[in-house]
């Protein structure tokens, strides 16, 4: 399969892509500047676009058979207050132009249930410094459910567990929906190496559409 991936510098779309490439599929590295390409796998191809200018991603994502999005926004602060809400909108479009209709997205755990009508990212108890990203994604996840966007994509939204970081590649995890999952001792967790292959399966099955999926140990 042909896949465009944006966010392929960061440590999520980084593994993501070395489990598409290792599978055999053809991967192409969707990056802001020439300059970000820099580093990347050499069996990555790379190409300019900006998530949040539809016509460039209707350019990046012709031809692709699959359109992965695993950008965020900068725990600083640093970033657009929008950046995610825009690149939403901007997908939805550019992979209507482009007749692109599979879309996989790389969310937050804050929107994952840990109690009926409460979300992870409503609890007292949830990182201040992770608050706004949290709830971006949230929003995304809000705007493809009411069909504000994505109402002509095959579109899936992966949420992490609550702690996602590089460790190993086990294949072993579960998958979920919409509640938090947490193992015996109450943690919540998954490598991003292991997180990377429920998402490329998800990339060869096609399945699920228009739902969220949650994984972890």
């Not at 825009?86 to 790389?106: E, F, Q």
């Not at 709830?135 to 702690?163: K, M, Q």
């Amino acid at each position: 399969m042909k896949v465009l991936l944006y966010g392929a510098t960061g440590s999520i779309g980084s593994r993501i892509a070395t489990e598409l490439l290792s599978r055999g599929h053809d991967v192409t590295a969707a990056v802001r500047s020439p300059e970000r390409g820099a580093g990347l796998d050499v069996r990555l191809s790379t190409v300019v676009s900006d998530v949040t200018d539809a016509s460039s991603v209707a350019s990046a994502a012709a031809g692709h058979d699959a359109v992965i999005s695993a950008v965020g926004a900068p725990l600083d602060g640093s970033g657009s207050p929008t950046f995610l809400t825009d690149s939403i909108h901007a997908l939805s479009d550019g992979l209507a132009s482009a007749g692109v209709r599979r879309l996989l997205l790389v969310g937050g755990a804050g929107s994952l249930q840990v109690a009926p009508g409460l979300d992870l990212v409503d609890t007292p108890e949830f990182p201040e410094l992770w608050k706004a990203g949290a709830l971006a994604h949230r929003e995304v996840l809000r705007a493809l459910r009411s069909g504000v966007v994505g109402t002509e994509l095959d579109w899936t939204y992966f949420s992490p567990a609550a702690l996602i970081q590089p460790g190993v590649r086990t294949g072993v995890f579960r998958v979920g929906g919409d509640e938090l999952l947490t193992d015996d001792a109450g943690n919540s967790r998954i490598s991003g190496e292991d997180f990377a292959i429920a998402v490329a399966d998800a990339v060869e099955s096609g399945q699920p559409s228009r739902g969220r999926v949650t994984v972890a140990y």
